[in-house]
Antibody
Framework: QITLKESGPTLVKPTQTLTLTCTLS??????????VGWVRQAPGKALEWLAV???????RYNPNLKSRLAVIRDPSKNQVILTVTNVDPMDTGTYFC???????????????????WGQGTWVTVSS | SSQLTQPPSVSVSPGQKVTISCSGD??????TAWYQQRPGQSPLLVIY???KRPSGIPERISGSKSGTIATLTISETQAVDEADYYC??????????FGGGTKLSVL
């Protein structure tokens, strides 16, 4: 059974850097082909994709937030870490990590979808 | 920029069929996924690769696509189906897009 769990601070001040950790169990990010994505949700708002890191250490970011995001993985702990720099109250919300399996077809690898989600972690940005 | 458009809300009577649409140019070239999110819970994948159901999702939930419009259909809607539903696709092959979400009310 695959599970993911997010952890991190519940309160950060504006302009600070937010660091969130996603701990995976039941699957190794190194075994491939798999990715771990980060998705957030502001209060009462829609889901917003932030980033994904793949089994081969490649990654992608939401173009609208790219300058403020970084994602890395720690294979020794089976964790994925997301940092968001220069946070603002608009960054307040629930942050989810999700398991994203891939399949190979003809010209390359394609995502199946986010099939397992963590419980989410709430973050408030306020002074 | 690429985006996916959903109706903000739909309502249905118990036992009836309901459809939720998702439109966007990106849908022409990629698969679609749908997620159900009940209040206070994490999203749950209900449809992947446009029309496939994960294990445990009832057969009354189905997905389809025509051109740039994807559709989630729930037949014989039940009270437990009341939730927010989000469509998801890809912009090109790597960037993820979510729709704005549709609140389904079972009245």
């Amino acid at each position: 059974q695959i599970t993911l769990k997010e952890s991190g601070p519940t309160l950060v001040k504006p302009t600070q850097t937010l660091t969130l950790t996603c701990t995976l169990s039941g699957v190794s990010l190194s075994s491939g082909p798999v990715g771990v994505g980060w998705v957030r949700q502001a209060p009462g708002k829609a889901l917003e994709w932030l980033a994904v890191i793949y089994w081969d250490d490649d990654y992608r970011y939401n173009p609208n937030l790219k300058s403020r995001l970084a994602v890395i993985r720690d294979p020794s702990k089976n964790q994925v870490i997301l940092t968001v720099t220069n946070v603002d109250p608009m960054d307040t919300g629930t942050y989810f990590c999700a398991h994203e399996p891939y399949y190979y077809h003809a010209s390359g690898y394609y995502s199946v979808a986010f099939d397992v989600w963590g419980q989410g972690t709430w973050v408030t940005v306020s002074s | 920029s690429s985006q996916l458009t959903q109706p903000p809300s739909v309502s249905v009577s118990p036992g009836q069929k309901v459809t939720i649409s998702c439109s966007g140019d990106a849908l022409r070239d990629t698969e679609t996924a749908w997620y159900q999110q009940r209040p206070g819970q994490s999203p749950l994948l209900v449809i992947y690769q446009t029309n496939k159901r994960p294990s445990g999702i009832p057969e009354r939930i189905s997905g389809s696509k025509s051109g740039t419009i994807a559709t989630l259909t729930i037949s014989e809607t039940q009270a437990v189906d009341e939730a927010d539903y989000y469509c998801q696709a890809w912009d090109g092959t790597t960037h993820v897009l979510f729709g704005g979400g549709t609140k389904l009310s079972v009245l």
